[in-house]
């Protein structure tokens, strides 16, 4: 800056010699020096008693807080350390860890789930589409036909599969025939030098024309779970980090929140509701509607500017929690249906492991523990609110692992 030009933060004022010449003079505002210094202070952390109404929930969490900061600093700050940084974090790398999940999942459909070997076969055969199955394997060509004992296996084959004798087409030898010829290097000639040995020649086989024979059952209300799992996790994430930035965005952000939360425990029920009844469709429907329902209701409440106040931690807690308990039904009633069922008694332990999650995380919201016991001790890390979001996280993936078990059931017994 040119001396001849005043700073910023002073004014000049011209002053008349004896001489007819000017004097320039500057002094020092204090309005500017002010603005100067609340620039530098303006986006500091802040302790609890100097936040705006709109921000203040938990009084045992002292300092380290963000109040009105601009969008830029506030998006920045996700890289910084301040109360609010494990809370998006924990939730943005679930978010992450879940779309990971999904996108292998769908990837691997059906192969996600375990392929039954030739033992179980023959129930599943009867129910197979030959015409497509003899396309499939035409399409291959012949590898090995000079393999040894090549009637051997044919023997073994066909008397691994007996319900084959059982079908009325008269190329079902002839796809067998084919499916020798199809089968991938694991055949070599034994005297060849890089000969390898087949381990398993049924669990080969079985894997190659499963996915023929199995016939995948619907899968939306699989990712149904998914996608709301992924809606909450980056609802609560965004929630957390751009609240501060104004009273106005901190509202519509809560009501996101609310509805993410609302969202992941009504998806949670589809799967096991879905794929327990499927066979059922008058309980399928009641259940289903049931708590579709019940979620839809939950938002709404929600949406009431008095919902978000901190009088109202325990009812939120409350609300959310019943919903969670609704699902007792049921399981009860899958438990009735299919005790004898190993797959039932499965998925329903995933559910009570996924239930206690969610359950501790709640209590652990509406009591403020442990800063209730030390405030200020845990402004950083260990408050409430981010072990209610690991428990969150480790109840949705639960439930993802008793989703695998719903569809391995399902895509194998069928009705």
Not at 133 to 158: A, I
Not at 376 to 405: C, E, M, N, P, W
Request: hydrophobic residues 40%; glycine residues 6%.
């Amino acid at each position: 800056m040119s001396k001849d030009q005043p700073n910023s933060a002073e004014t000049e004022l011209v002053v008349g010699g004896s001489n007819g010449n000017h004097q320039r003079v500057y002094y020092y505002s204090k309005e500017g020096k002010g603005k100067r210094l609340w620039k530098k202070v303006k986006y500091q952390l802040v302790e609890y008693h100097s936040l705006p109404g709109y921000l203040k929930d938990n009084e045992y969490i002292l300092g380290h807080y963000r109040a009105e900061w601009p969008l830029k600093h506030t998006l920045l700050s996700i890289f910084s350390i301040h109360n609010e940084t494990l809370n998006v974090w924990t939730h943005l790398i679930g978010f992450f860890l879940f779309l990971c999940l999904t996108i292998y999942t769908a990837m691997m459909v059906p192969k996600v789930v375990d392929l039954p070997t030739l033992q179980n076969l023959p129930d599943v055969w009867t129910k197979t589409d030959l015409h497509k199955l003899q396309e499939e394997l035409l399409t291959c060509l012949p590898s090995l036909p000079h393999m040894p004992d090549l009637q051997r296996f044919r023997q073994e084959l066909k008397t691994s599969l007996p319900s084959m004798d059982l079908l009325p087409s008269p190329s079902n030898w002839h796809i067998a025939e084919q499916l020798l010829n199809c089968l991938p290097e694991q055949f070599s000639h034994s005297n060849h030098t890089d000969a390898c040995v087949l381990r398993s020649v049924k669990e080969d086989v079985a894997n190659m024309i499963a996915p023929l024979l199995v016939r995948p059952i619907t899968r939306w209300p699989f990712f149904a779970f998914m996608g709301g799992a992924m809606f909450c996790l980056l609802a609560s994430s965004t929630c957390h980090l751009l609240s501060c930035h104004s009273k106005r965005l901190s509202y519509i952000l809560l009501r996101l929140d609310y509805a993410g939360i609302a969202a992941l425990i009504s998806t949670s029920f589809y799967p096991p509701v879905y794929y327990s009844f499927m066979c059922y469709p008058v309980f399928c429907n009641f259940y289903m509607g049931f708590i579709t329902l019940l979620g839809v209701c939950t938002i709404f409440v929600s949406l009431l500017p008095m919902f978000q106040t901190p009088g109202y931690r325990s009812i939120r807690a409350a609300l959310f929690f019943g919903m969670g308990v609704s699902g007792v039904a049921p399981i009860l009633h899958k438990l009735i249906l299919f005790w004898h069922q190993p797959e039932a008694l499965h998925t329903t332990g995933y559910e009570l492991l996924m239930g206690a999650f969610y359950g501790i995380g709640a209590l652990v919201y509406s009591m403020r523990v442990p800063e209730r016991w030390m405030p200020g001790k845990f402004d950083i890390a260990g408050h409430s609110h981010q072990l209610f979001h690991v428990l969150v996280v480790a109840g949705a993936y639960t439930h993802y692992r008793a989703g695998l078990v719903y569809l391995r059931w399902r895509d194998v017994q069928g009705c």
